[in-house]
């Protein structure tokens, strides 16, 4: 078991910014691939970002949705991953939820991620 914690979420104004952090407390995440989810209200699950891990050069894919807007990034160091949220608009609100497994891709398939954390809200008023 990866013990995925988020943090960060919270209530802001459309096209403000937030940062998200997943962590797994006494357990490395530096082989993991690190992903950001979301869940709408009403909406299905979705992939936002995905980040390799170190030794696969932390490439990193994102949804069209978010391109431009968010950034998935990691620091071994803090054994921390983020997702910068910026120019935040209300069809971002959605609980996030970060999740790890050996690898991803371009397609941020859930079905592909082994081990979730219990999510964080992010909420974006108009």
């Known amino acids: 078991q990866v013990p995925l914690v988020e943090s960060g979420g919270g209530l802001v104004q459309s096209g403000g910014s937030l940062r998200l952090s997943c962590t797994a407390p006494?357990?490395?995440?530096?082989?993991?691939?690190i992903a950001w989810f979301r869940q709408g209200p009403g909406k299905e699950r979705e992939g936002v970002s995905c980040i390799l891990s170190h030794d696969h050069d932390e490439s990193t894919f994102s949804a069209d949705s978010v391109k431009g807007r968010f950034t998935i990034s990691r620091d071994i160091a803090k054994n921390t991953v983020y997702l910068q949220m910026n120019s935040l608009e209300p069809e971002d609100t959605a609980v996030y939820y970060c999740?790890?497994?050996?690898?991803?891709?371009?397609?941020?398939?859930?079905?592909?991620?082994?081990?979730w954390g219990q999510g964080t809200q992010v909420t974006v008023s108009s």
């Open positions: 006494g357990f490395s995440l530096d082989y993991y691939a």
């Open positions: 999740a790890a497994d050996w690898g991803c891709n371009y397609q941020l398939h859930q079905g592909d991620f082994k081990y």
